[in-house]
């Protein structure tokens, strides 16, 4: 019965919708994260009588067909690049951005890594680095010596070095955005890839060109809410004992059917 599979196929993709829905929730307190949501498409359709088809000699045509969908896949789960909460830690070397753009770092492969989480640090020779040891770009080496670390709207990092009473630039910090930012690739660690749906990165200075500004002594959150994803989890629970019962209910019918005599 044709009736299995098309629900077997909307068990599969609610437990899809689970998956990325977990993946939201057990991210919340993640810096920088960015939630999905699992976009569905319907599958082929068997038709067994077509619009518009001619019913008679006489030119009448079917106004409507007869169509039997074969059920749902996932199409997409799509990345909703929404500013997150700004929250305040009060860490000299904690950098958010509000509005457009990303950090950019060196990633141990070679390739350039992106990132919404700015909870910064410094190395064994003073070079600014994520928390997994990236350096960040362009490299910012901050001296031992450095005091009273300062990082404007525009990502010019100032500090005192040693006795010295007026601040020393060490650097700027750069962003970079994408003409298509939901297509980046996630590749774990906080930070994103760039393909070919994203485009190549854009870089230029924060506060300027319709880049995002730096806030220092604080850091973005996830766009996760609780509420909305507990009430999506419930949603897509329900839609999977829903199809779970067209089983039991089709599975009821050929027994009934085997049972004729």
Do not use: C
């Amino acid at each position: 019965m044709k009736a299995l599979y098309t629900a077997s196929t909307g068990m599969a993709a609610q437990e899809r919708n689970v998956e990325v829905l977990s993946n939201n929730i057990a991210n919340m307190r993640t810096t920088g994260f960015k939630r999905q949501r699992a976009d569905f498409q319907d599958l082929l359709y068997q038709v067994y009588r077509r619009s518009g088809s001619q019913t008679s000699e006489s030119g009448t045509q079917l106004p409507t067909g007869v169509e039997i969908g074969s059920g749902v896949k996932t199409g997409a789960t799509p990345r909703i690049m929404s500013q997150g909460s700004v929250a305040p830690t009060s860490k000299e070397l904690d950098i958010a951005v509000r509005g457009e753009g990303f950090f950019s770092v060196d990633l141990p492969d070679g390739r350039t890594g992106y990132t919404r989480d700015g909870s910064f640090e410094r190395d064994s020779t003073g070079a600014l680095v994520t928390i997994e040891g990236y350096a960040v770009q362009p490299g910012i080496t901050i001296p031992d010596t450095a005091k009273s670390v300062s990082i404007s709207a525009d990502g010019v990092v100032e500090a005192l070095l040693g006795t010295d009473t007026e601040a020393t630039a060490l650097g700027q910090i750069q962003l970079s955005r994408f003409v298509n930012k939901a297509g980046l690739e996630a590749a774990g660690d906080n930070t994103f890839i760039e393909t070919a749906a994203s485009g190549p990165a854009q870089t230029g200075t924060a506060n300027a060109d319709g880049f995002g500004n730096l806030l220092q002594g604080h850091l973005e959150m996830a766009n996760v809410n609780a509420v909305t994803e507990i009430a999506d989890l419930i949603a897509a629970q329900r839609a999977y004992e829903m199809n779970a019962r067209v089983i039991s209910g089709a599975d009821e019918m050929l027994q009934a059917t085997a049972q004729l005599r």
